[in-house]
């Protein structure tokens, strides 16, 4: 995950987080992907589809990206 600057807040968050990745499913896993990097935006940039995109990779699973409007659905089970 690239993560920037802040990313000490997203680290933090994921390490606590760590234990449950592995029996997540793909949907919990973007949603602690995006969690991440919400604790890691600045206050004044919030997460956007113009700003956010999810990339998937996974064994038995194409390579795959979610960004613009597709990415929406999931900014906004953040909130």
């Known amino acids: ?32 992907a995006l969690k991440a990097l919400k604790s890691a935006a600045h ?3 919030p997460l956007s589809s113009e700003n956010t995109s999810i990339a998937i990779v996974g064994v038995d699973e194409p390579f795959t990206v979610i960004e613009g409007k597709d990415v929406e659905p999931l900014l906004k089970q953040l909130k």
């Open 1 to 32: 995950m690239a993560i920037g600057e802040r990313s000490q807040s997203a680290k933090t968050y994921l390490e606590g987080e760590f234990a449950t990745f592995e029996n997540a499913n793909r949907g919990e896993l973007i949603m602690h």
């Open 43 to 45: 206050d004044d940039t």
